[in-house]
Structures are given as C-alpha cells and as structure tokens.
T-cell receptor
C-alpha cells in the first residue's frame, strides 16, 4: 500500500508570493495527480504526471521518480488560489483508484 | 458538456435508515469510484467498478453497497450497518483508471441524525 505524505498541512501567504507544496510517496507509481478542492467540496484535476514537469498558467508541477517526490508551485499567488491542494497517486497494474494525501490547506491573503 | 453529476448535494437521514447516493457520468468512462472524505483525512476508497456488472471492494467497503447496471451510473447505498455514515462522499470516473486522468463529481454531504 502506498503512503502519500504532503507538506505543509496548512499554509498562509500574502498575495504575490511564490508557493510550494510538497508530496512524497513510498512505492513506485504509474502516475501522480495534483487536485484542487474548493470549500464547496468539488475536486478539480490540475495535473497528471509520470515524469518531468508540467505547466498550466501560474501552476507548475514537477516530479522526481527516483526520489519519489513531487512539488506543486504557484507563481504570483492570488486570493482565488485559496483552496485545499491534494496529491494522489495511481499504482501500475490495475484500475483500483487513487491513494490520496491528506491535503494542504492554502490561504492567500490580499 | 461532459461530466459527473452527484445528487443530492446535501442529504439528511435518521439513524438506522438506508440511503442511496446517485452518481451519473456522460463521459463514456469505464471506471467509476466512490470515495469518502472525513475531516483531517485523505479520501478513502469505498468501492470501484472497472466495467458494467462488475465492482470491487475498496479499503472501507463495510456498511456500503453498490451496483453498476449501466455504464453511466454507479449508485452507492449507505446501509444501517455503516457505523459512522456522516461524511462527504465523492464519486469519480476515469477512462481506465490507470493511464488517464480522473473526473470528480461535486460531492454529497450526508448527515445522519
């Protein structure tokens, strides 16, 4: 069973700051997912990656397969980025769902 | 637009009653999932289905049941055997659950009183 650890659990920053959220996992994966959950509860998929780096707007996700570690970066943070960011992994060999971290609660203050 | 619809958004039930949560997708995805979210914990897998008329137990299946009679529908029943049913329930789907991304519903918040 994969263990997914995220840090920090809570993060408060000022608007415009560069944000980094970290995720580590214990065993090999087929893909890592970064998800965003807003207060209403619905979840949006931000990135799915198995190697390297992906960028979408102000969001950047990187993964180091050898170190079993991924980071999500937010550049020029904005109050609308306030949400819970969740790291999840899928294992190879079957479609038995994702294993989730506990999430990072991010608050961006104006 | 394609997506997943979960209903209702909020549900209140008396202790001892069974309740069924709806999940419908029009994405033509084969794999569907039910997760439970409790405060301070990561989402946990209740049941999943990779194909019509087949489903598998997840990590916390006790007290829950599902059916997959149609590709687009994967309802979850919370039975009276579930000891702590009050939680946030999320449905998700994926083309294959392994090499493609996931789409999530907006969730159902169940409160049992």
């Amino acid at each position: 069973k994969n263990e997914v650890e995220q840090s920090p659990q809570n993060l408060t920053a000022q608007e415009g700051e560069f944000i980094t959220i970290n995720c580590s996992y214990s065993v090999g994966i087929s893909a890592l997912h970064w998800l965003q959950q807003h207060p209403g509860g619905g979840i949006v998929s931000l990135f799915m990656l198995s190697s390297g780096k992906k960028k979408h707007g102000r969001l950047i996700a990187t993964i180091n397969i050898q170190e079993k570690h991924s980071s999500l970066h937010i550049t020029a943070s904005h109050p609308r980025d306030s949400a819970v960011y969740i790291c999840a992994v899928s294992m190879g060999g079957g479609a038995d769902g994702l294993t989730f971290g506990k999430g990072t609660h991010l608050i961006i203050q104006p | 637009d394609g997506g997943i619809t979960q209903s209702p958004k909020y549900l209140f039930r008396k202790e001892g009653q069974n309740v069924t949560l709806s999940c419908e997708q029009n994405l033509n995805h084969d794999a569907m999932y039910w997760y439970r979210q409790d405060p301070g914990q990561g989402l946990r897998l209740i049941y999943y289905s990779q194909i019509v008329n087949d489903f598998q137990k997840g990590d916390i299946a006790e007290g829950y049941s599902v059916s997959r009679e149609k590709k687009e529908s994967f309802p979850l029943t919370v039975t009276s055997a579930q000891k702590n049913p009050t939680a946030f329930y999320l449905c998700a789907s994926s083309i294959d659950g392994q090499f493609y991304g996931y789409t999530f519903g907006s969730g159902t918040r169940l409160t049992v009183v």
